[in-house]
């Protein structure tokens, strides 16, 4: 298996995904269902994936940007909500870790997944605000710390970026400045915050670091 220098990106056609795909430039492959990919469909994911292996061979990073969020007390939440928070959060991990990752192990060199959850998801305590949302982001957390060991003798290391409140033109602007107040560092995460923590994890300079949740919320409480 021929391995490249292709950082491929589950959901960056808007947001985060985006801006980490904008920061790499022609080595970013962006997945999206309008583009064809939809993560919550196995089959979908493999055909896509297919054609990835045949133009780049194994990507060299894999960054899964997902995550649908709903704001609904745990009594309050639908079934179809609550199918569609998991399947957007939880399902399309596990689809993607299954159609991408046994080919970066097949390629034999180091390799990096970055998954993302949200902060506080981490944490043992109840989260009021969006209880499912943040159940399948526990989910994501744990797959993740499960899925490092797994690929720790491979040169995979697989981390968690939990972000807080981070603001662009498709986040949830009201929720936010609802939360604004919770926030010690007085102001709304941007991008750019989180692509530090993108840039970090693919660097050499975290090649020991793996099954971790790298927090980027200024403090966020609550
Ligand atoms: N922004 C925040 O404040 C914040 C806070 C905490 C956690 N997070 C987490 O951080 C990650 C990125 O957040 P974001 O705000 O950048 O997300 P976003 O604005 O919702 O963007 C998600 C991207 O994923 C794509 N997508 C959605 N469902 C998909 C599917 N089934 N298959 C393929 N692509 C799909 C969307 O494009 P299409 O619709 O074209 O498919 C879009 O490009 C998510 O996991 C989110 O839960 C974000």
């Known amino acids: ?26 080595r970013a492959t962006v997945w999206t269902r309008t583009a064809g990919a939809d993560a919550t469909d196995p089959e979908s ?6 054609a990835f292996q045949q133009a780049h061979g194994a990507p060299a990073a894999l960054i899964h940007c997902i995550g649908d ?18 399947a957007s959060n939880v399902d399309s991990v596990f689809h993607t ?6 080919a970066m192990v097949a390629a034999a060199r180091p390799g ?3 998954l993302f959850a949200a902060a506080g998801a981490d944490k043992q305590k109840g989260m009021l605000r969006a209880p499912v949302y943040f159940a399948a982001k526990a989910a ?9 060991a797994e690929l720790a003798p491979h040169r995979i290391t697989v981390n968690v970026i939990a972000p807080g409140l981070i603001h662009h033109p498709h986040s949830h602007q009201e929720s936010q400045q609802r939360l604004l107040a919770r926030v010690p560092m007085g102001r709304l995460g941007a991008v750019a915050d989180v692509l530090g923590a993108v ?11 793996t099954g971790q949740v790298l927090t980027v919320d200024g403090g966020l409480q609550g």
Do not use: C, K, N
């Open 1 to 26: 298996m021929v391995g490249s220098d292709q950082l491929l990106i589950v959901g960056g056609g808007q947001g985060i995904g985006a801006a980490i795909a904008a920061e790499h430039g022609p």
């Open 112 to 114: 990096r997944v970055i």
């Open 69 to 86: 969020f709903a704001e609904q007390p745990l009594l309050g939440t639908d079934l179809a909500t609550y199918r569609h928070l998991f």
């Open 97 to 102: 870790i299954q159609a991408v990752v046994p």
């Open 45 to 50: 994911l493999r055909t896509a994936f297919a």
């Open 140 to 148: 994501v957390v744990q797959l993740a710390r499960s899925l490092a």
């Open 199 to 209: 840039r970090y994890l693919l660097s050499p300079a975290a090649d020991y670091v």
